[in-house]
């Protein structure tokens, strides 16, 4: 007897607990996503609105949140037009749409159906198809579209479906159009509005990966043809754990084919083989098995989460996180390309890019959670221009690219770091730790009642900031540590007088406090983990 489900969240808990067994299950989560018009509460996080397929993402919401935009588009709202860089709706129309998706199940339906109600309007549309994020940002610089719909929840596991929108500019949508979407999309759904579906007859296609290519050797941050010889040329072995995701196959269209380079999970997987398709140490296993194998001298693994906007390292050696290879990125870019500039960063990122920093004479600049807020570091036109712009979360940019995250440019920045270095990246991590000081983030965090969750969590932890000002000293391991500087763009992040800290932040969209440290040793973090624990209870009153 076949199974019934009377919500697609229960179907998909039977899909994600037998992934081989239950694959057939989809057609009834399509159905789901057709069927129900149930309406939701649309939130532009950090990255955009997500939500689980057939439960509240849609073809109905989706339809509204496009409805929305095109609502955005039509008004003659002042702020809204300068944070899309146009001068109103006829020059998008004119300027035109890029529209495209990952590898998510039902991505091209809900693309087509973006498709057709912008071509409705008279909006000239391209659609990319199956599309790593930093492509969507390059190809609305190189095409001068007005903006991108990209149809991606990241990271996120395979029952979640996403919607980014980038404007002009190509980096993600600041809060003047993310909220101005939520205002005019959640009182559609208060409304129960049903839009009627427009299908697009014809559409252009554009080829992204090519103009990407042609955007990255125009910039010429990157030497692509360096990358190109060094794979060629030397002993090497390069793992590329590609997670089913939308990344696959574009290595290969920047430098070739080559028998070095080995490319993990490229078949097409909705379920991702039922793991998280994240960027995690856990998830690296199949790269480090690779580079084990291998004998060759330069080793390089990554994994690349579906969309192709976070990335994680390793040479098989070791591990590298974002905290330290961002940090490696500044060196590298300054020291041995010339770049000059700010260093930008997340202010839950590690300070060893803070001793580089302040040894070679580079202002650094720290911001809130959400890489769009380093647009201000990425600009052209910025008075500070970003050598490079990273946050802990596995995201990163560079100077003269795009304002998006873009795992392919820490690839290839990967791989000229060794071609340029003649190391493997631990080497050449050992060599700037040695010179700049030892560092050892890490990240965790308690669960608190759902009833704090929003201004009562953010009331009752700003007590942190007024107890612990500058000069005063702690005991942390029993050792006597003095904050030296209190940073609260994010939380409350207190800096040591040895260089190590913590933060302390509540989730944006969880019932959690969130605790961000580094110790200036590996048995160190113990001990600052239990002073952020002790300072959040005591906060909280718990």
Excluded at 138 to 163: R, W
Excluded at 336 to 362: D, F
Excluded at 423 to 431: I, P, T
Excluded at 459 to 485: A, F, M, N, W
Aim: hydrophobic share 35%; aromatic share 8%.
């Amino acid at each position: 007897m076949a199974q019934r489900f009377e919500y697609a969240s229960q179907c998909w808990k039977a899909i994600l607990s037998d992934v081989s067994g239950n694959r057939g299950l989809l057609q009834e989560i399509e159905r789901f996503a057709k069927e129900n018009i149930e309406p939701t509460c649309v939130v532009f996080g950090t990255s955009g609105w997500r939500g689980e397929i057939g439960t509240d993402f849609t073809f109905n919401n989706v339809r509204i949140v496009t409805a929305a935009i095109i609502e955005m588009f039509k008004r003659d709202d002042r702020p809204v037009r300068e944070a899309m860089g146009v001068s109103g709706f006829d020059e998008i129309r004119r300027r035109g749409v890029i529209v495209g998706h990952d590898n998510r199940f039902l991505g091209r339906e809900f693309a087509m159906e973006v498709i057709g109600l912008l071509q409705r309007e008279g909006i000239r549309t391209w659609y990319s198809g199956e599309t790593p994020t930093p492509e969507f940002s390059t190809g609305i610089e190189m095409l001068a579209a007005a903006c991108s719909i990209n149809l991606t929840p990241s990271h996120n596991p395979a029952n979640y479906a996403g919607f980014k929108f980038n404007p002009s500019d190509g980096g993600p949508a600041g809060s003047e159009i993310t909220t101005k979407i939520e205002e005019i999309a959640n009182k559609m759904m208060a409304g129960s509005v049903v839009p009627e579906p427009a299908r697009p007859e014809k559409y252009e296609t554009i080829d992204l990966a090519a103009l990407y290519l042609r955007y990255v050797r125009e910039r010429k941050t990157l030497d692509i043809d360096r990358v190109a010889d060094f794979i060629r040329q030397e002993d090497c072995v390069i793992c590329v754990d590609n997670v089913h995701g939308a990344t696959r196959g574009r290595l290969q269209r920047i430098i070739g084919e080559s028998p070095k380079v080995r490319y993990l999970r490229t078949e097409e997987d909705y379920l991702f083989g039922g793991i998280a398709p994240e960027p995690s140490e856990k998830n690296m296993a199949g790269v480090e098995k690779g580079l084990h194998e291998s004998g060759a001298g330069f080793k390089l693994g990554v994994i690349m989460d579906p969309d192709g906007d976070r990335i994680r390292f390793s040479d098989g050696t070791e591990q590298i996180p974002m905290n330290y290879f961002g940090a490696m990125a500044l060196h590298f870019l300054h020291v041995h390309k010339g770049i000059s500039g700010v260093v930008a960063k997340s202010v839950g990122t590690s300070n060893l890019v803070n001793a580089i920093a302040e040894k070679l004479g580079i202002p650094v600049r720290e911001t809130k959670v959400g890489f769009k807020n380093f647009r201000p570091y990425m600009l052209k036109s910025s008075s500070e221009r970003a050598v490079v712009v990273f946050e802990e979360s596995d995201g990163i940019s560079g100077y003269n690219h795009t304002l998006e995250k873009d795992a392919i440019f820490g690839l290839l920045m990967a791989i000229e770091m060794m071609a340029v270095t003649r190391k493997n990246l631990s080497g050449y991590l050992r060599d700037i730790m040695d010179e700049f000081g030892y560092y050892y983030p890490d990240r965790s965090g308690i669960s608190v009642d759902r009833s704090l969750v929003g201004e009562p969590l953010i009331r009752r932890l700003s007590v942190i900031r007024e107890q612990y000002t500058e000069g005063t000293v702690l005991d942390i391991g029993g050792q006597r540590r003095t904050v030296k500087d209190v940073i609260t763009v994010d939380g409350t992040k207190l800096v040591f007088d040895d260089g190590s800290w913590l933060m302390i932040r509540p989730s944006g969209t969880e019932p959690k406090v969130r605790f961000y440290i580094e110790a200036r040793t590996e048995e160190g973090k113990k001990a600052v983990f239990e002073t952020a624990e002790r300072m959040t209870k005591e906060a909280l009153g718990t």
